[in-house]
C-alpha cells in the first residue's frame, strides 16, 4: 500500500456519449465533483490525486496501469457528468474503467459516487465490479471510509451513506448528513489537481471569438434546487429538494485565483439554478463589477426567476449567456412539466435579456408525456419565433432519481436498454413514448427540429449580424454532422422545413 489515501478518477467515455461531436464542438468541463470531493478529502488531512481521463484522453487500460502503480488505499469513480441529466450516460465509461482497474489490481477497493448511483445504489453495487458505492453526494462518505480501511479491521457499517457487501447481502447505510458550511467543507475545486489547458468551453459561448474557449473553468455556487420539474434528477444525491449557497465572497475568491493563477477568464456557473436567489446573485455580481476582469459567464436562469433590474449587473459582472429552461410550446404541456409560463411571457422575457446585451440559450424538450406530434411542432414554432441565438434540443428522458423515472418504471414505460441509451446523441438514444406518439417519432422529430432551427435563414442571418460571418461558417459546419440512430435506422429522415413560414 502507498502513501496515498484516495484517487479519484474521471471516467471517459465521450465516443458513445457524443458519437463523432465530442472532437470538436463539445466542451471538456473540469469534473467538479472530483475536485471539491478532493478539496475536502485535503481539508481533513488525506492525500489525494485526480486523474481526469476524460480531458487526458487516458484509455482504460492507461488508467488502470496508473491506479496499479500508484496503489492508493481508496480508488473513487466520480459519476456526476456536468449537468444532472449527464449521470447517467456517464456509467458507460465508468464501468469499462473499474473493470480495466480491477483486471489490473484485483484487490483495489473502489467506491462509485454519483447522481445515478444515488439513484440506485443497491441496483449500481450489483451490476458493477465496485466494491462500494454512495447513497449521496459523497465527501464524507469517502472520507469516513478511508478512516475505516486505515485501521485493521475495518467496520462498514459505520460508515454514513456507505451501500456494501456483507456477504451476499447487499447492506445500504444510512445516508451522510448534507455539508451545510460549503465555504468551510467545499470551497471549490483543487484546481491544482486538473489538467486546467485542457478545459475547453462550448462552441457557443465563445460564439464571435471561438479562440477564446480556452483557458476554461466551471465552478459552483449553490448545490440543489428547490424546484421539482418532473424530468429532473437534481436532487437525487441530496435525498431531498434544497438549496446550499456559497457565500459571495467564497465564490469570487475562487474566480480570483483562477484569473491570477491560470488566467482564465471564460467559465461556467455549474448551479442548476443560478439566477434564483437575489442577494446571493447581485452580491456575486457586485464583487465581479469591482474587480473588473472582463469575463464570459454562462448561468442557468428560468423565465420566472429573471427579473429586469437583475440585468444590468448580470451584465456587467460578465454574464454573457443565460439558460433558460422553456421545455415546451405548449402550455398544456409545461403544466404537466410543472412549467406554468404563459407564451408571451417567455417571449417578453428573452426580448428584455437580449435588450440587455445578454445572449439566451432556449432549452426545448420534445417528448414530454403530454405531447402530441401537434405539441411538438408548437414548441419548434415557440423556439424559432425566439430565435435565441443558441438552442439545446432534447428528447424526453426518464432519467433516474428524476419523477418521471419513478413514474415510468410505475407504469412499465418502455426505458433506454444500455445506460448509453440516455444521452442526448448517443447512436442507443431512447427516449420516451409519449401517450400519443412513439419513441421514434419523438427522436427523428427531435433531429429534424434541430436541422431546422440552426439551417434557417433566419437564425443565421441573426448570428451574421450578431457575432460575424466565422461563427456562421461554423454553425453550418456543425450542422454537417448527422447522429446515427439506431433507433431510426431504415426510417426516411423527417423534414419539417415546412415550419420556416410560421416563424
Known sequence: MSDLDLLLINPGGREQIYQELGEELTAVEPPMWCGIIANNARIHGLSVQIIDSEAERWGPQTVAAAVAELKPRLVGLIVFGHQPSASTQQMVGARIAAEAIKAAAPEQRMIIVGGH???????????????????????????ELVAQLKG?????????????????????????????????????????????????????????????????????????????????????PFGKNGYRMRSPENVVAEIDHLVKTYNVRTYKIVDEMFVLNERHVMAVCDLLIERNYGLNIWAYARVDTVKPHFLDKLKRAGFQWLALGIESGSKHVRDGARKALKDNDIVNIVRMIQQAGINVIGNFIFGLPDDTEASMRATLELAQELNCEFSNFYSAMAYPGSPLYAMAVEKGWALPESWSGYSQHSFDCRPLDTEHVGADTVLAFRDAAFDAYFTSPRYLDMVTQRFGWDTRKHIEQMTKHKLKRKLLEGRAPLRIDALESAA
Open 152 to 236: 485493521e479491521t475495518p467496520d462498514f457499517a459505520a460508515v454514513p451513506g456507505l451501500v456494501w457487501r456483507d456477504g451476499e447481502t447487499i447492506r445500504n447505510n444510512l445516508g451522510a448528513p448534507l455539508i451545510q458550511d460549503l465555504d468551510t467543507e467545499l470551497p471549490g475545486s483543487a484546481w491544482d489537481l486538473l489538467p486546467m489547458e485542457k478545459y475547453r468551453a462550448h462552441n457557443w459561448q465563445c460564439f464571435g471569438d471561438l479562440a477564446k474557449r480556452v483557458p476554461y473553468a466551471s465552478i459552483y455556487t449553490t448545490l440543489g434546487c428547490p424546484y421539482k420539474c418532473s424530468f429532473c434528477c437534481i436532487n437525487a
Open 117 to 143: 448511483v444515488a439513484a440506485l445504489p443497491e441496483r449500481t453495487l450489483q451490476e458493477e465490479v465496485v466494491d462500494f458505492a454512495c447513497n449521496g453526494e459523497g465527501p464524507v462518505t469517502i472520507r
